[in-house]
């Protein structure tokens, strides 16, 4: 099988994986930088091209879309599923998963459970906005976060309301959650191939810190999460549409609530943790023939 790997940088460790699995695995992998793919649309006619030379005979695609290239990116990859190429994770379900208040809205409407979340635009309904969610303490997340850079807990209704009107001056866009005390700083990453959670691991805050991101100072260590975790996260996965995800997961006393689904989930830290073959699993599915977007045909001339 021809696979090529949607990714930015071949020295990352994920990239390198998934090329080293296909390789171990009898196919002939590639890796494609999103950016430097171009396109032709014509009616019914989908050509890309790659420095210089057509790209053809590519019969799956691994995409490894970085959130700052999510736009272009993801036209790359729908350029590739209109060529009739396999991928696990389709274009939209990774836009569905990139747009977080999307993302709760979906996973919410299919009862899937997640801390409550208000979000709002202007300043004036700041305090009904902030009632709707209920007591402090709260975590206000800008929407853009990651690595736990953008996410802060406001103890009190003040700082609530300090934190949000100084974001607002800044343009920025957040959601407000409310607090799950009870996970103590922890968290689930359940890793989802397919319909089956095939890694789990488990990151602590270090003392004195909420957040349980690995470049906050966490620390991961494989777990094999309940049936409730994975059930929550295979349905979360297909609910947005996607063949391959991280979900993470905060315990709390009612259950198991998604906090994110990421559509690009590194590999070193959950190959780490569980000492398992992630990487081999995706292109095993992949290569099991993860189901084409239906190439869209253009209307014949009469
Ligand atoms: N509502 C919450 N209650 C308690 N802890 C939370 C809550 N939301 C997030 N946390 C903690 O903060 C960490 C970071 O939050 P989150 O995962 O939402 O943001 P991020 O890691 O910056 O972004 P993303 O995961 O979307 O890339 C979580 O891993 C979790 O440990
Ligand atoms: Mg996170």
Same mark, same amino acid.
């Given at each position: ?6 990714? !930015? ?7 390198? %994986?998934?090329?080293?699995?296909? /390789?171990?695995? =009898? ?8 950016? !430097?793919?171009?396109?032709? #649309? ?16 590519? &019969?799956?695609?691994?995409? !490894? #879309?970085?959130?700052?290239?999510? %736009? ?7 350029? +590739? ?10 274009? &939209?379900?990774? $836009? ?5 208040? /999307? ?11 997640? @801390? ?10 700041? =305090?009904?906005?902030?009632?709707? $969610? ?54 689930? %990453? ?12 488990? %990151? ?5 810190? +909420? /957040?349980?991101?690995?470049?906050? *100072? ?6 094999? @999460? ?14 947005? *549409? ?34 398992? &073959? ?5 292109? /095993? +599915?992949?290569?099991? =023939? ?13």
């Amino acid at each position: 099988m021809k696979l090529a790997i949607l990714s !930015r940088n071949t020295s990352l460790y994920s990239t390198r %994986r998934l090329v080293e699995a296909a /390789r171990e695995q =009898g196919h002939t992998a590639r890796v494609l930088d999103p950016l !430097r793919c171009y396109m032709r #649309i014509a009616c019914g006619d989908f050509a890309m091209h790659y420095k210089g030379r057509p790209l053809t005979g590519v &019969d799956a695609v691994i995409p !490894r #879309i970085g959130a700052s290239v999510t %736009r272009y990116g993801t036209a790359v990859l729908r350029q +590739f599923e209109l060529m009739g190429t396999c991928t696990p994770n389709p274009s &939209d379900a990774i $836009l569905r998963a990139r747009d977080k208040l /999307r993302a709760h809205q979906l996973l919410a409407a299919e009862g899937i459970h997640m @801390p409550i979340t208000v979000f709002g635009d202007n300043p004036d309904d700041t =305090g009904d906005l902030l009632r709707l $969610l209920g007591a402090s303490p709260h975590v206000i997340k800008l929407t853009e976060s990651s690595q736990g850079t953008g996410v802060i807990l406001a103890e009190k209704p003040s700082a609530s309301r300090g934190i949000i009107e100084a974001l607002r001056g800044l343009y920025a866009n957040f959601i407000v959650q409310e607090f799950i005390a009870e996970a103590k700083g922890a968290d689930v %990453r359940c890793f989802v191939v397919g319909d089956r959670v095939i890694a789990a691991m488990r %990151r602590q805050a270090p003392a004195g810190e +909420f /957040r349980s991101n690995l470049h906050r *100072g966490g620390t991961a260590v494989g777990v094999k @999460p309940s049936a409730d975790e994975c059930e929550v996260a295979i349905r979360a996965t297909r609910v947005l *549409g996607l063949g391959v995800a991280g979900v993470d997961l905060i315990r709390s006393d009612r259950g198991p609530l998604v906090l994110e689904v990421n559509a690009s989930p590194g590999l070193e830290g959950i190959e780490t943790a569980s000492k398992k &073959d992630i990487a081999g699993e995706i292109v /095993r +599915f992949v290569a099991g =023939g993860c189901t084409p977007v239906k190439a869209v045909r253009g209307r014949r001339k009469k």
